[in-house]
C-alpha cells in the first residue's frame, strides 16, 4: 500500500497567500521525513478552493529539497494547457528530480475554471484525449507530427526527454466506468475519489473496466496502480479528531457545492459525469453522515486502520492519497496527523494487507 498526499492549497481562515504557500511547502517537504511515498498538489484557479495555478512550478521547489519522495499532481487540468508545453516542464522535473515525476492529469470541473480561461468546457473530453496522447508521444518520439481538432505539430524536436522510460506514469483522474476503461486501454494508471462521492460498487465496476481494458490492449490485466483518494483524520482519541476535522471538512464541501453547481441560467456541462452526484451530495452532506461513509476516515489511530483495511478489500485500491490539510487546519494538528498516519495507521494497514 503506497502513500501519498494531496495539496488542494485553499485559504478560508484569512491567511495572507504568502502563509498558505510557505505552510503547505512545508508539509511537502515534511512527507519525505514523515514516510510518506508521494505528494500531490493539485491545479486550481480564481478562488480560495484553492490556488495553485501552476503545480510544476511548486514539484521543482520540492524536489531540491527531497531525495526519495515521488512527485507528482493531482491534477494538471489539461484543457487549460498546451500539451507540448506539460510534456517539455514535466520532462524538465524527470530530468530535475532524477526520475521522480508522476503526471497525474484530468479535464477539470468547475465551470468558473473554464470560463475564466474562456474555454469551451462541453469540449473538454476530446482537448483531454488529443492531449494525452500529444504528451506521450512529446515524450517518446524524436521528431513529432499531430494533426489533431485541437492541437497541431509538424516534425516538431521537443526537448528535453524525460529520465523515465519510455516515460514517466501517468495517473488519469476516473469516475465513469468509461473513463476506468480508457485509462485501463491506455495503460494508464487510476486516480478515483471516495471523496467525491464515489461508491463501492461504481469502483468495483470501474475497476473491472480497467482491468478488462488493459488485457485487450495486451497489457498485464493485473498491473497498473489504483490510487484513491479520501479525507483522513487520526488522532489521539476519537473525540478530539473529530473535533478538530468536523468544521474543515464542512468547509470543504460548502465551498466545493458553490463552484461545481452550475451557473443558475444554463444545465450542467455533461462532460464532468459526477456534475449533479457531487452537486447533490455537497449541498447536503452532515459530518455524522461522512463518518460512517467510504468519503472520511477520522478517529483514533486503531479506527483509523481499521477502516482503511476495510476501504481497501472493498474499493480495491493499492494507492491511498490523504487528504488532510483540509479547510485552514492548524499547520501543528496536520502535521501530527501524518505523523499518525504513516508512523502507525499505514504499518497497521500494510501488516494485514502487505505492501502491494
Given amino acids: 500500500m503506497k502513500l501519498g498526499m494531496l495539496h488542494l ?30 505528494i500531490q498538489p493539485a491545479e486550481h484557479h480564481f478562488s480560495e478552493y ?23 499532481t493531482g491534477v494538471v487540468v489539461l484543457p487549460f494547457h498546451n500539451p507540448i508545453r506539460v510534456a517539455e516542464d514535466f520532462a524538465f522535473l524527470d530530468l530535475l528530480s532524477d526520475g521522480r515525476i508522476d503526471l497525474g492529469v484530468g479535464r477539470g470541473y468547475q465551470p468558473m475554471e473554464f470560463e475564466g480561461f474562456g474555454i469551451d468546457q462541453s469540449r473538454s473530453r476530446q482537448m483531454f484525449a488529443e492531449a494525452v496522447e500529444l504528451i506521450k508521444r512529446c515524450w517518446t518520439e524524436e521528431r513529432v507530427t499531430f494533426h489533431g481538432e485541437f492541437y497541431r505539430a509538424d516534425e516538431l524536436w521537443v526537448r528535453p526527454k524525460p529520465v523515465q522510460k519510455p516515460h514517466p506514469p501517468i495517473y488519469m483522474a476516473c469516475l465513469s466506468p468509461d473513463s476506468f476503461a480508457i485509462a485501463g486501454a491506455a495503460g494508464h494508471n487510476v486516480f478515483m475519489s471516495s471523496a467525491f462521492g464515489l461508491t463501492v460498487e461504481q469502483a468495483k465496476a470501474g ?21 484513491n ?7 489521539d482519541s476519537m473525540d478530539q479528531a473529530r473535533r478538530d476535522f468536523r468544521d474543515p471538512v464542512l468547509w470543504y464541501y460548502r465551498t466545493i457545492a458553490k463552484y ?16 449533479q452526484q457531487v452537486t447533490r451530495m455537497a449541498q447536503a452532506v452532515q459530518f455524522e453522515d ?33 487528504w488532510t490539510r483540509i479547510g485552514g487546519l492548524e499547520q501543528r ?21 502487505g505492501d502491494t
Fill in 290 to 322: 461522512l463518518l460512517n461513509s467510504p468519503i472520511l476516515v477520522c478517529g483514533d489511530v486503531d479506527y483509523c486502520t481499521h477502516k482503511v483495511i476495510d476501504m481497501a478489500r472493498e474499493f480495491g485500491f493499492n494507492e491511498m492519497l490523504c
Fill in 260 to 275: 461545481v453547481a452550475p451557473p443558475v441560467d444554463r444545465p450542467p456541462v455533461k462532460s464532468y459525469e459526477g456534475y
Fill in 229 to 235: 483518494l479520501f479525507m483522513i483524520y487520526p488522532g
Fill in 9 to 38: 492549497f485553499e485559504n478560508p481562515v484569512g491567511k495572507t497567500e504568502r502563509e498558505v504557500v510557505r505552510e503547505q511547502f512545508d508539509l511537502m517537504v515534511a512527507a519525505e521525513d514523515l514516510g510518506f511515498d508521494s
Fill in 207 to 227: 475497476i473491472a473496466a480497467y482491468r478488462q481494458a488493459r488485457a485487450d490492449a495486451g497489457l498485464d490485466p493485473a498491473g497498473g496502480r489504483v490510487a
Fill in 333 to 353: 494538528k496536520v502535521l501530527r496527523a501524518m505523523d499518525l498516519i504513516a508512523g502507525k495507521v499505514i504499518p497497521g494497514v500494510k501488516k494485514v494487507l
Fill in 50 to 72: 484553492g490556488y495553485l495555478a501552476s503545480p510544476q512550478v511548486s514539484l521543482a521547489a520540492v524536489a531540491s529539497r527531497t531525495r526519495r519522495l515521488r512527485l507528482g
